[in-house]
């Protein structure tokens, strides 16, 4: 798995229809890093744009468990990638020292996987700021 890289990633679906379904996420199996805390993000206007920032060194999994998110990610090389969100056994791995915006539909929640503590010094808010950082 190339951690620069943005990609889904497809969490076991356990159950069936009649039943419905489990999906896991552990650390070191299908999260590619240390779990260090769980958030969610709810009740986002359609008309907001959220994100808009970049981050030094947390990486991420986000999940769509409700709804539908679009999301898009510039890596720090330059390159974009859009995905849509709309099953929760989906996640997009975000790489750290990436771009992100999102978009929510009104019964959209959106759970974070993170890699490390809230820290507002790891924010690149500025997206100039983030085109000319030399990151290596
Ligand atoms: P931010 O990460 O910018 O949210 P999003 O990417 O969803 O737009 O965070 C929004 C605000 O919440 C910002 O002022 C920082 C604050 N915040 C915390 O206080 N604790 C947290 O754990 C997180 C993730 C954000």
């Not at 009649?18 to 009740?43: C, H, L, M, Q």
């Amino acid at each position: 798995m190339n951690k620069k890289i943005p990609h889904k990633i497809n969490f076991p679906k356990i159950g069936d229809s009649s039943t419905g379904y489990i999906s896991v996420a552990e650390a070191s199996k299908n999260v590619p890093f240390d779990v260090k805390r769980v958030y969610w993000t709810y009740f986002t206007p359609e008309s907001i744009e959220r994100g808009g920032h970049a981050h030094i060194n947390l990486e991420q999994i986000l999940v769509a468990v409700s709804g539908t998110i679009k999301l898009k990610i510039e890596t720090s090389e330059g390159e974009i990638f859009d995905f849509t969100l709309d099953s929760p056994d989906i996640g997009v791995f975000v790489p750290k020292k990436s771009w992100r915006t999102m978009k929510y539909s009104h019964n959209a929640v959106q759970m974070c996987i993170a890699s490390i503590e809230y820290d507002e010094k790891d924010y690149i808010r500025y997206y100039k700021e983030f085109k000319n950082e030399k990151f290596n």
